[in-house]
């Protein structure tokens, strides 16, 4: 339940189809190669220049000054040399002391989360949003009320609802809401994503009242000595309002995508990823692609339970089994066009460590979802098919990312890979996404078999004092063990699993160098990384875990010229102080896409 | 308007689709809406198929099949708001899926569970029991039927087919097995006589058909009010190996509540379900089982029958088909 997801309607599909036919599986592929460099005459637009530049180059790490044309990075070096390059159009941006850095590269992600999130209200806790009481709740809804302006009637939808951090110490009620909200339905998704809370007119709309029986497998919290709901609905009897739950059409997505976008270039992210995207969201983004809607890169893995529509729709004439790709499939894949990319197809393999759905060998010393004993959790699609459909993706030549969180769903894709043949030769840079609970012995055989994780290591702080009741000190210890994996030689991304928690490149590097949970215990000593490594992670190897390396993650001349300015130096700041980071202006190819408000 | 709801599970190559296929496309007067993880797989034949909606096709014979490879909960509510142009819904769980754990979230959209039927490949089942990433999963979803069909008898020697009765005897001692191929079986065994949840459907059946070809009997059980111990030591003796029951009850100690007994496989109910009417205070049930009489039914374990189940779609009066008033005719 990661997510619900907009449905292009039916006679837009239509209309999609026409213009993109032939984008994906076709011959002429998806889109054109960018290929590095600039030509000696590119006239020079910008000069960066007054504070550091962090380019996370191996040779030169740290430069003075920036000359950026045509979108592209033109020069690197000492001021004085790169200010001789200055002509008379050229702009000088003055970093007055600010830190410049290559734009963040979100290593997975859900970029068709983000128009529906800002069309939501935060209620979270610290640090994702502002509310620490019940009393926070209701202002913060008022306030986005004022500002949002719906009309009557009309869902007022609140995210990270968490009883946990309210100082009430009791759960937030519909009485609590319905003095204040009267006559707007008003639905608070619990931050579990499993649950919510209703106000009254949220009830009525739903049809639930004394009268309804609490299913079973579910919550329905009662107000005392009555069977008046009291507001909180979870499980089962969240799943009617989850699936009922309104959907904006097209239009209103197409109109929420600057909103959305700017999640990520307020916090200095220039490509993002769409990390498991259904047919119908493949459409939009290719149609917001197409009508020129994306400032930053949109890096889309379409989802393996669609590739047979897919198929289906994009190679009618294609005659294959279920899994089957035409011979040209890869064509689609590796290119931009408008900004949209295809790197290569989603498989999910496990749940979350957290709900425990995760696939471990050794089972959780704390049972089951339900209590259940000697708790694995389980995998998410038989073994053969993830066989046979990673050696079918082998086959034609494109790239797995494989959601896995537990060692099992771990050892899944490993053995598929390797029933496939792959070896590290072959540089395919297949993706495990997640990567929490891999052991030892498994990164041994990501070197192997070029295997890279995407770890997230946001987790030692969310739900780190979870892991370690969950499996024990030491399993927890080993949670995305970003220096394990550097050691021996894998290169990694890091990445937040927006918008299961926030975009913040500077929370992500935080929780790589601390590991600290909130209660204040550090998971894994041994494998708290330096700010750098920490830096790489969301620059330069997140970019070469989708072959962009050439391109991106760096700042370095011939690269594109995606850079953020941010008020302090993350490589030098104590990095207890490194939430308080500010991005103050963002570039993508050049061109400024975010600049923070004075 | 509550729907019975039917899930169907069962691991890769149990026979889930073919047996999707059939439920989908035969003629059998019952209007099922049915969740699939992809409809791809369910190869429909192209002729039947009224309409292609994006995630939805509607099929001629009144069934619909709805995609729900981007969320089940979506799925069932998508279906739930047009449940008046069915009468069953079908869910089918994916290969690895807990069809308990279905048929428990789609409890929260108030569909009355009707059976969780699980089919099992009798070739391969003790392979993917032992196989070390799916094992746990197999042996749930055996374990979480009410019916278990074990598919393909065809294919294994005698000796594997004992070994695969056995796994299934040890792990699901409790659930009645009809063994098939080919995903055939009565169609009154999957989803009872009659439309729907009606039970005056079902009670009316029995009285009409006579089917000497049939492999079950259907009987009507009549008695007058008698005690909850009576009533449960009756279904003992008498339900015991019926593959499914369902009538009204009359007890004794409230007679003027009726009550409403349903059985699938090994799951039964008795719950109390609105006054009599005005008819007549007495117990009404149509058991359906299978026939022993016929050669090969009854195997050496208790509880698994062999079945050659012809298609649905054919006879006439297909709720009808095969019910007989008597065992022994
Ligand atoms: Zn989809
Ligand atoms: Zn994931
Ligand atoms: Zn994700």
Redesign the pocket.
């Known amino acids: 339940m990661q997510r619900s997801h907009s449905s292009a309607g039916i006679s837009r599909r239509t209309v999609i189809k026409a213009t993109v036919a032939g984008a994906l599986f076709a011959a002429t592929g998806f889109g054109l190669a960018r290929t590095p460099g600039a030509r000696a005459d590119t006239p020079v637009e910008k000069i960066f220049r007054g504070g550091p530049v962090v380019t996370v180059e191996e040779g030169q790490p740290l430069a003075e000054a920036v000359a950026v044309g045509g979108g592209r990075i033109l020069a690197v070096g000492p001021e004085a040399e790169i200010m001789a390059l200055a002509a008379p159009g050229t702009e000088i941006v003055e970093l007055n002391g600010a830190t410049l850095l290559p734009g963040f590269i979100d290593g997975?992600g859900h970029f068709m989360n983000a128009p529906q999130i800002v069309s939501w209200v935060n209620v979270s806790g610290p640090p994702v949003g502002p509310v620490t009481s019940i009393e926070d709740i209701v202002t913060t809804i008022r306030a986005f009320m004022d500002e949002r302006r719906p009309a009557p009637g009309e869902w007022v939808i609140g995210y990270g609802y968490d009883p946990t951090v309210l100082s009430d110490g009791r759960e937030l009620t519909r009485d609590d809401l319905d003095p204040h909200f009267p006559d707007h339905p008003i639905m608070l998704i619990h931050v579990s994503n499993h649950g919510c809370v209703l106000n009254s007119a949220g009830f009525a709309l739903n049809g639930i009242d004394e009268n309804t029986p609490t299913p079973e497998g579910g919550v329905i919290l009662r107000k005392e000595g009555s069977n008046e709901p009291a507001g909180l609905l979870m499980e089962t009897a969240f799943l009617p309002i989850f699936g009922n739950m309104p959907k904006p059409d097209t239009e209103t997505l197409l109109g929420l995508l600057g909103a959305a976008q700017e999640i990520y270039t307020s916090r200095g992210v220039t490509t993002a990823q769409e990390?498991?995207t259904h047919k119908p969201d493949l459409e939009f983004l290719l149609r917001a692609a197409d009508e020129g809607h994306l400032v930053i890169d949109v890096v889309s893995l379409p989802i393996v339970f669609d590739v047979p529509a897919l198929v289906r729709e994009y190679a009618p004439d294609f005659r294959g089994g279920t899994m089957e790709l035409p011979d040209t499939a890869a064509q689609s894949f590796g290119r931009y066009r408008n900004r949209l990319k295809l790197a290569g197809i989603k498989m999910?393999l496990d749940g979350s460590p957290q709900g425990k759905t995760a696939f471990w060998t050794e089972p959780l010393l704390t049972g089951g979802p339900e209590g259940e004993e000697d708790h694995v959790g389980a995998p998410v699609v038989p073994p053969e098919m993830v066989t046979a459909a990673v050696a079918e993706f082998v086959d034609k030549g494109i790239q797995v990312f494989a959601?896995a969180n537990g060692d099992a769903a771990i050892d899944m894709i490993i053995d598929a890979l390797r029933a496939a043949g792959v070896t590290a030769a072959d540089g395919r840079r297949d993706v495990v996404?997640?990567s929490q609970f891999v052991r030892s012995d498994q990164l041994d055989a990501y070197a192997e078999l070029g295997m890279t994780p995407s770890f997230f290591t946001g987790h030692t702080f969310f739900w780190g004092d979870v892991h370690v009741e969950n499996t024990g000190p030491e399993r927890a210890a080993f949670i995305s063990p970003m220096a394990a994996a550097y050691e021996r030689g894998l290169r990694c991304s890091n990445h937040s699993?927006f918008s299961v928690t926030p975009i913040d490149p500077f929370l992500m590097m935080q929780t790589a160098i601390l590991r600290r949970s909130r209660s204040g215990v550090v998971l894994g000593p041994d494998q708290r990384v330096d700010a750098l490594t920490a830096l790489r992670s969301l620059t330069i190897d997140a970019a070469w875990q989708i072959f962009e390396e050439d391109t991106k993650g760096s700042i370095a001349p011939g690269k594109l010229a995606d850079l953020v300015i941010v008020d302090r130096n993350p490589l030098e700041i104590d990095p207890e102080e490194m939430l308080e980071l500010q991005v103050i202006e963002t570039f993508k190819e050049g061109a400024s896409v975010y600049r923070r408000s004075a | 308007m509550t729907l019975p709801l039917t899930v169907i599970g069962g691991y890769l190559g149990a026979g889930k689709t073919t047996l999707l296929n059939r439920i989908l496309t035969e003629d059998h007067g019952r209007r099922f809406g049915v969740i699939v993880n992809d409809f791809g797989a369910v190869n429909v034949d192209a002729s039947l198929i009224a309409n292609h909606d994006g995630d939805t096709i509607s099929l001629t014979n009144g069934c619909i099949c709805c995609s729900a490879t981007d969320g089940t909960a979506e799925a069932i509510a998508r279906i739930v708001k047009r449940s008046a142009e069915f009468d069953h819904i079908i869910i089918e769980a994916s290969g690895v899926a807990e069809p308990g754990k279905v048929a428990r979230n789609a409890a929260g959209f108030r569909l009355p569970l009707d059976g969780v039927i699980v089919l099992a490949d009798a070739e391969q089942l003790p392979d993917q029991a032992a196989n070390r990433y799916a094992g746990r999963s197999v042996l749930a979803q055996l374990r979480q039927a009410d019916v278990i069909v074990l598919n393909k008898v065809d294919l294994p020697s005698p000796a594997r087919l004992e070994e695969t009765r056995a796994l299934i005897a040890r792990h699901a001692a409790d659930v009645p097995v009809l063994e098939t191929e080919q995903a055939r079986l009565p169609y009154a065994l999957l989803f009872g006589v009659g439309r729907g949840a009606a039970v005056a459907a079902w009670t009316a059946g029995p009285e009409a058909a006579h089917d000497h070809a049939a492999e079950y009997v259907a009987e009507l059980l009549e008695r007058g009010p008698m005690s909850r111990a009576a009533f449960e030591e009756l279904a003992q003796e008498q339900m015991e190996f019926a593959i499914r029951a369902k009538g009204h009850v009359a007890l004794s100690d409230a007679p003027e509540v009726r009550h409403l007994y349903q059985k699938v496989g090994r799951r039964w109910t008795l719950v109390p379900d609105g006054g009599w009417d005005g008819e007549p205070s007495r117990t009404r049930i149509v058991t359906i089982r299978i026939r022993e009489d016929l050669p090969n039914h009854r195997h050496a374990r208790q509880n698994m029958w062999r079945v050659s189940g012809a298609p649905f779609a054919s006879g006439v009066d297909r709720d009808r088909t095969g019910v007989s008033t008597q065992s022994d005719c």
């Open positions: 997975h990390g498991a999910v959601h996404i997640h699993d």
